[in-house]
């Protein structure tokens, strides 16, 4: 899925311009309560206007409609900002569409192919894709392997790899495939694919408001509410002063007071989040999913694939005493040539490494022993009765036992010292005959121990899950750097760590794409699940990568952490407006009758009209500016609690106090020469 780069689209402007105006609407409105008290304060300011204009009273009529227009002008400058968020998720949701039209599918009734189109297709039905066919909805593969193109969604041009039986075999409507055969089974009713369900999600319009947002909103309103307190105390104060206030300057004082500046950019800087979250590849199922992630406390990470690279590598070769390296590396080799799995295939590119001369051909009519769970080894039988082997420790050991001989106590210790070290031994017979072990070890991602200590300045507490023995994964928990593991994990051991570190009050996440997955990605506070995985895996969930990058958990807790840091310094920023505002207005009005209150008249103001005006343009403008930080987001340092805290209110707080006695200064030079 391909995304926009700018911030700003012409397209998106035009539709964002409109939708400024139709979120004029008071049902539309009402849902934000701060802008909306300024839409009934746009509205008098209307009607004294039009009264000035006709009776010469409260004012001029000029001064009255500008006030009106200023006002006017900050509601719409309040929905552009939530429209222009909204018309961004939107055309993400225009870019998925494309991907879902309508596509013949190869139907299968009892045994025959007929053809339908893809909408004709129901949950259970039987399809088949070869080499050159789009896939027609989702579905999982009950029987082949293929190469898939999934481009379309992913944005990533390498092919992946699908096959039935396993984690892989969830396929997705609107991909193409590449090669083979496959036959898939639909698990969606029609209008219910996982396009679909994107193409709801990112629709900003739609977007619920997350526990932490609806708070704040009604912390916006009771301040909105004391607001209007002030202002209505102020009349009797005014009266007993002797200075007549206009409803104008009542209703400017009352919008500049008000938390206008985070009132109008709360809903954008929610879907900005989810916007964010989208463009890493990322479907958020709710707003709330992208916030808690901004407060996690624990990640859950399966070690293959997140901490390690996927598959373990062999690196070293330790012959028994007695026995020649070559000879050893040689029959190693020998054993292997025919063993397709990414370990046996780094076992030769180590002998090739050591010896670029090793014999790579396979003795005619031999026959490959495949690994199976029960014997837990590998090897070659040649037909001369050579008989090689290579697997698990005990597994060889009570073979050569089995067989009379001894096993060697060097080779044992050997295998004791790379158990310890982390690795995988692969001990190695001839004949039944201990020859050595081929020491394999996990490569650890390069960089991913400096990312889990960004996770520990953000307070997240990293957990490694792996099936290794306890040795094993404490050897790679240390190496990599995690704060705990879960060795020789089960499904239910995943669960109940969960459901613990809930227990005690802790935000858990996990990223899963098995079946066996599912029920601790339900249980999980953020459950992220890979787009390549199971449906029941992607069901559970309430996230899903697109990229099937399992090192993804990392960004989404810094898009999470990003989001409510944003929401937080535009809060602190726009508090901090308001009490600047305030003593640009109050003293400017009343310093005439109270002389006393010109000493904090620190700005100079030129005058009581000018000052209102002054600060009433300065709220409406703030807004406007702030858009690209609350679609962008604040820039997130990975830095204490306590030491963010004290940034944001540094930067944001004072800023925020400043900011407004250098502009509204400036705007009230300007207004001074014109009126």
């Keep these: 899925m391909k995304t926009q780069n700018t911030l700003f689209q012409a397209e998106q402007v035009n539709d964002a311009l409109k939708q400024s105006f139709v979120k004029l609407n008071p049902r539309v409105l009402i849902k934000n309560p701060v802008m909306f008290t300024v839409e009934i304060g746009t509205v008098v300011m209307l009607i004294v206007s039009i009264y000035s204009f006709a009776n010469k009273g409260q004012g001029s009529f000029g001064y009255n409609l500008t006030v009106f227009i200023i006002l006017l002008l900050t509601v719409l400058f309040a929905n552009f900002a939530e429209a222009i968020a909204e018309a961004r998720g939107k055309a993400q949701a225009e870019s998925l569409r494309k991907t879902r039209e309508e596509t013949p599918a190869r139907l299968l009734v009892n045994g025959k192919e007929t053809r339908v189109m893809s909408s004709h297709l129901k949950k259970g039905d039987i399809f088949i894709c070869e080499a050159g066919d789009n896939i027609p909805t989702d579905g999982e593969i009950i029987e082949g392997i293929a190469t898939i193109d999934e481009s379309a969604i992913t944005g990533e041009s390498a092919p992946v790899i699908r096959e039935s039986g396993g984690d892989k075999s969830s ?17 969606t009713q029609p209008g219910e694919s996982f396009l679909d369900k994107m193409i709801a999600l990112v629709e900003g319009a739609s977007r619920q408001k997350t526990p932490n947002e609806i708070a704040l909103t009604i912390l916006l309103a009771g301040f909105t509410l004391i607001f209007v307190i002030v202002c209505v105390t102020l009349q009797p104060f005014a009266a007993y002063a002797n200075t007549p206030i206009t409803i104008a300057a009542f209703i400017s004082l009352f919008v500049c007071l008000i938390p206008t500046t985070i009132g109008g950019l709360l809903s954008a800087i929610g879907i900005a989040g989810m916007d964010r979250a989208l463009r890493a590849n990322v479907i958020t199922k709710s707003g709330k999913a992208v916030e ?29 005493d007695g026995v020649d390296v070559q000879f050893f590396i040689s029959t190693c080799v020998l ?65 050569a036992t089995k067989a009379g001989h001894l096993f060697p106590a060097d080779v044992e210790a050997e295998v004791k010292k790379i158990a310890s070290n982390g690795g995988t031994p692969l001990v190695v017979s001839e004949n039944e005959q201990i020859l050595g072990v081929i020491e394999l070890q996990d490569i650890i991602k390069p960089g991913i121990a400096e990312r889990f200590e960004r996770l520990r300045k953000m307070g997240v507490k990293t957990v490694m899950v792996t099936g290794d023995n306890p040795l094993t994964a404490r050897f790679i928990a240390e190496k990599a750097g995690v704060d705990d593991f879960i060795a020789e994990a089960k499904p239910e ?65 810094e898009i999470g952490k990003q989001l409510l840091m944003t929401r937080g310094t535009l809060t602190t920023f726009s508090i901090a407006n308001d009490v600047a505002k ?48 609350a679609l962008r987001g604040v820039e997130y340092k990975p830095i204490g609690a306590s030491a963010l805290l004290r940034r944001n209110l540094f930067i944001y707080g004072f800023g925020g106090v400043v900011i407004p006695f250098i502009g509204i200064k400036l705007i009230d030079m300007l207004v001074g020469i014109l009126i």
């Design 171 to 187: 396929v997705t409507g609107g991909t193409k495939v590449l090669s083979d055969r496959i036959k898939v089974m639909v698990t």
């Design 493 to 557: 051991d995943k669960m109940n760590y969960i459901k613990k570190e809930q227990q005690g009050g802790k935000l858990v996440a996990m990223m899963g794409d098995g079946t066996n997955d599912a029920p601790a990605l339900a249980q999980a506070d953020v459950g992220v699940a890979m787009n390549s995985g199971t449906q029941a895996a992607k069901e559970a969930g309430n996230m899903v990568d697109l990229d099937n990058d399992p090192t993804k958990l990392i960004e989404i807790v």
């Design 582 to 629: 305030y003593f640009a207005i109050v003293p400017a009005l009343f310093m005439v009758s109270i002389p006393a209150l010109g000493a904090l008249n620190i700005m100079k103001l030129h005058s009581p009209e000018s000052a209102i005006l002054s600060a009433v343009i300065f709220n409406a403008i703030i807004i406007p500016l702030l858009i690209p930080l």
């Design 292 to 320: 808690t992630a901004g407060d996690l406390d624990t990640l859950l990470l399966d070690k293959t694939g997140t901490i390690t690279i996927g598959n373990r590598k062999a690196t070293h070769f330790h012959p028994a």
């Design 335 to 399: 054993g292997s040539l025919a063993d397709e799995t990414p370990e046996g295939k780094s076992i030769i590119e180590l002998a090739q490494a050591i010896n670029p001369m090793v014999s790579l051909k396979v003795p005619e009519g031999s026959v490959f022993i495949k690994f199976t769970a029960e014997t837990r080894a590998s090897g070659l039988d040649t037909p001369d009765g050579l008989r090689i082997r290579k697997g698990a420790f005990d597994s060889i050991r009570n073979t």
